[in-house]
Nanobody, 117 residues
Framework: QVQLVESGGGLVQPGGSLRLSCTASGSIFRLYAMGWYRQAPGKQREVVASISIGGISTTYADSAKGRFTISRDNAKNTVYLQMNSLNLEDTAVYSC??????????WGQGTQVTISS
């Protein structure tokens, strides 16, 4: 059973940056396309970015294009999300999991990102 552990969230001012990490237990991580998701209070979870198995192909939600960068290190079973130019609307709990259209692993606890001046 894959376990996902997210980290790197925090409180930042508008315009700031954060780098999130998600480490998966087990060696099967490298067999799956992965994604970063977020859920803001009172809203449904949405996919922010996804990355292919080898890390060559990436996709982004319109809200993330030009600001966020997803990457992965299969040797470390870790997927990253570099977030720049953060704004108030980016406040949410961020989680990683398989890319959409797959059968999700059990969700981790996520990491809270709060943008506030």
């Amino acid at each position: 059973q894959v376990q996902l552990v997210e980290s790197g969230g925090g409180l930042v001012q508008p315009g700031g940056s954060l780098r999130l990490s998600c480490t998966a237990s087990g060696s099967i991580f490298r067999l799956y396309a992965m994604g970063w998701y977020r859920q803001a209070p009172g809203k449904q979870r949405e996919v922010v970015a996804s990355i292919s198995i080898g890390g060559i192909s990436t996709t982004y939600a319109d809200s993330a294009k030009g600001r966020f960068t997803i990457s992965r290190d299969n040797a470390k079973n870790t997927v990253y999300l570099q977030m720049n130019s953060l704004n108030l609307e980016d406040t949410a709990v961020y989680s990683c999991n398989r890319a959409p259209k797959g059968t999700y692993f059990p969700w981790g606890q996520g990491t809270q990102v709060t943008i506030s001046s």
